[in-house]
């Protein structure tokens, strides 16, 4: 499975990987696990979506800005290891939904970042994961994700 490749099939391409936006770096290794800090649905320097789920957001536009979430932390893992066909597996996913108050539906949101890790690495995109609905994120950003890759030795 090439995921690049899968990228490409899906007629999507790897952001620009997305600056720090504060006092962390991208992305972290140790042995053979990289942790990914939180990425938001920002391209270019631009917010693709804000705003609150049950509000300005839909289940389906937060998935879509889930999905571009994911799009960013594999543009970082490719800088920080210089191919995505170095990922063995994404383990964990940590989702975070701007949403409002008593929202039930944050695995919906972020099935669109869950989704397009499988389509891109196969079984190898399966993880574990958690998915919650808060009242604020960064920049009114509507979804924020943070995931651990383990990669191929």
């Given at each position: 499975?090439?995921p690049?490749?899968?990228?490409?099939?899906?007629g999507?391409?790897?952001?620009?990987?997305?600056?720090a936006?504060?006092?962390y770096v991208?992305?972290v290794?140790t042995?053979?696990?990289?942790?990914?800090?939180?990425?938001?649905?920002?391209i270019?320097?631009k917010?693709?979506?804000?705003?609150?789920?049950?509000?300005?957001?839909?289940?389906?536009?937060?998935a879509?800005?889930?999905?571009i979430c994911?799009l960013?932390?594999?543009?970082n893992i490719?800088?920080?290891?210089?191919?995505?066909?170095r990922?063995a597996r994404?383990v964990?996913?940590?989702?975070?939904?701007?949403?409002?108050?008593?929202?039930?539906?944050?695995p919906?949101?972020?099935n669109?970042?869950s989704d397009?890790?499988?389509?891109?690495?196969?079984?190898?995109g399966?993880?574990?994961?958690?998915?919650?609905?808060?009242?604020?994120?960064?920049?009114g950003?509507?979804?924020?994700?943070?995931?651990?890759?383990?990669?191929?030795?």
């Amino acid at each position: 499975m090439n995921p690049e490749a899968n990228l490409a099939a899906l007629g999507l391409t790897l952001p620009n990987p997305p600056a720090a936006a504060g006092s962390y770096v991208p992305t972290v290794r140790t042995g053979n696990l990289l942790y990914c800090a939180g990425t938001i649905c920002m391209i270019d320097g631009k917010m693709t979506h804000t705003g609150q789920v049950g509000k300005e957001q839909t289940v389906e536009t937060g998935a879509q800005s889930a999905a571009i979430c994911a799009l960013n932390t594999m543009a970082n893992i490719k800088a920080a290891v210089g191919s995505l066909d170095r990922v063995a597996r994404i383990v964990f996913v940590s989702g975070f939904v701007n949403a409002v108050d008593g929202f039930a539906d944050s695995p919906a949101v972020i099935n669109g970042a869950s989704d397009l890790f499988v389509k891109v690495f196969g079984e190898a995109g399966k993880h574990a994961r958690a998915a919650v609905a808060v009242n604020g994120l960064p920049k009114g950003t509507t979804t924020e994700i943070q995931v651990v890759v383990e990669l191929k030795a």
